[in-house]
């Protein structure tokens, strides 16, 4: 068990850049889920994958965001035209089932200058 | 949704028990209590879960209301180490729910 790696651990980009974030689960893990957390606040939830397949999107994710998990093994987060209201930490979490704990990566911080 | 309230902030003096209280009066019938903290710069780390029964590990107790709207999760003897924000997060589906969680502060 290496734990959740997210990479790169801070992305710092200018208005209006595209930024891709990775997230490597535990291998075992078919479950993977996506959060954003502002200073000060709980990590709110972005989307879900079961496998390969995006089952849960929130409100939250604009059409600017984007996420994959080919082959139900690692996950990109990508986001278009970046905002600095985008400027947050991303993490990202695995779990094995449904009643399982989730395993949080260090997330990816990223600045939006 | 799942939603859940808990104070914003405790204080607990080092070595003392603390008691970290969480509401979720929407919690379903099956979905399970999770509890996380989180230290700055990293990302939420599993402390304990259970569904009905209280619920007993290395790190912590978790005791659950017999209604299941509320649950308190129990350190035994503080340390500096445990200074954190803890959440508790029913899973509320597919998505698992943070509040603000609870800023724990342990002092010397």
């Known amino acids: 068990d290496t734990g959740v790696s997210q990479n790169p651990r801070h992305k710092i980009t200018k208005r209006g850049q595209n930024v891709t974030f990775r997230c490597d689960p535990i291998s075992e893990h078919n479950r993977l889920y996506w959060y954003r957390q502002t200073l000060g606040q709980g990590p709110e939830f972005l989307t879900y994958f079961q496998n390969e397949a995006q089952l849960e999107k929130s409100r939250l994710l604009s059409d600017r965001f984007s996420a994959e998990r080919p082959k139900g093994s690692f996950s990109t987060l990508e986001i278009q035209r970046t905002e600095q209201g985008d400027s947050a930490m991303y993490l990202c979490a695995s779990t094995q089932s449904w009643d399982s704990p989730l395993h949080f990566g260090n997330g990816t911080r990223l600045t939006v200058t | 949704d799942a939603k859940t309230t808990q104070p914003n902030s405790m204080e607990s003096n080092e070595e003392e028990p603390v008691h970290l209280p969480c509401n979720h009066s929407?919690?379903?019938?099956?979905?399970?209590i999770h509890w996380y903290r989180q230290l700055p710069s990293q990302g939420p780390e599993y402390v304990i879960h259970?569904?009905?029964s209280n619920v007993n590990n290395r790190m912590a107790s978790l005791a659950i209301a017999e209604d299941r709207k509320s649950s308190t999760l129990i350190l035994h003897r503080a340390t500096l180490r445990d200074a954190a924000v803890y959440y508790c997060t029913p899973p509320g589906g597919n998505q698992f729910y943070f509040g603000t969680g609870t800023s724990l502060t342990v002092i010397p």
């Open positions: 929407t919690i379903s019938g099956t979905d399970y």
């Open positions: 259970g569904l009905t």
